[in-house]
């Protein structure tokens, strides 16, 4: 037997009003609609929310940023040459220990490296490109930008080749430097840059090209340079000097290693 107040036979009230969950559910609905349409009012303040304006703005601050910070690191690079004089004025080290100094500041990427170099220089695809081989399909917008892999890729095989020291664009790579791209941008080190990238490592040349030749991932990357037009030139660039890196060598998130037990 039913026990539905729909049911005949029940001894409901014709005047009694029934519950209609159908009907709270549309009201939920339209409300949630006027929320919806009273967000979308203030967000865009009487503008149209689906334009660009607010991209190019975070663009211009992005790039205002990048500004910023290399004249910080220009400063500071001046301030680190003061303290390191005035350092060596009061300390009376050996001259053993000054040239175990000097090694570790090589090592470690602030101090100045020259020596022979090798430059590879990478680019974005023309944006009307077309496959140049057949069997290949017609290329996607992805394909014809450098991806933040692509770099990494080269830097990798610079260091594997035995690079003493490797600069991206203006800046000098430490073993905390992240190469790092969004969008079509590369930031590295708070500053923004734009393709075309250029990476130059002080080494022997015969081992750096040997070595960048042989990594997969570039071999990779060689198959869209061949079939879509990506940028990739490699070329002896003579004797360089590399400047030491100038930024803080301050790690903000590393943890000394411990026991698990004492960690947060």
Not at 68 to 73: I, Q, S, T, V
Request: with cysteine.
């Amino acid at each position: 037997m039913s026990n539905s107040a729909d049911s005949p036979g029940t001894g409901t009230s014709p005047g009694r009003s029934r519950f209609r969950p159908v009907r709270v559910l549309t009201l939920a609905v339209f409300a949630l609609a006027g929320l919806l349409f009273a967000t979308s009012f203030h967000t865009a303040k009487g503008t149209n929310i689906r334009t660009d304006d607010s991209l190019l703005r975070l663009s211009d601050l992005i790039h205002e940023r990048s500004r910023e910070n290399a004249g910080l690191e220009r400063s500071n690079a001046a301030l680190r040459e003061d303290v390191e004089e005035l350092a060596a004025r009061e300390q009376g080290s050996s001259e053993a220990e000054d040239a175990e100094l000097k090694k570790l500041e090589r090592a470690a990427g602030t101090d100045p490296v020259k020596g022979e170099a090798v430059t590879v220089t990478l680019n974005d695809a023309p944006p009307d490109a077309t496959a140049k081989l057949p069997g290949y399909p017609e290329p996607e917008p992805d394909y014809l930008v450098i991806h933040q892999q692509d770099l990494q890729a080269v830097v990798n095989a610079l260091w594997k080749g035995g690079a003493e020291g490797i600069q991206v664009m203006d800046q000098r790579l430490i073993s905390t430097s992240a190469v790092r791209c969004v969008g079509n941008t590369l930031i590295l080190q708070g500053r923004v840059y734009s393709p075309p990238y250029k990476v130059t490592a002080v080494g022997d040349p015969e081992r750096l090209q040997k070595s960048l030749a042989e990594s997969p991932a570039i071999q990779n990357y060689m198959v869209y340079v061949n079939v879509y037009g990506l940028g990739w030139k490699v070329e002896e660039d003579g004797v360089r000097t590399l400047p030491g890196y100038t930024g803080t060598v301050d790690l903000q998130y590393a943890r000394p290693a411990g026991n698990a037990s004492e960690r947060p």
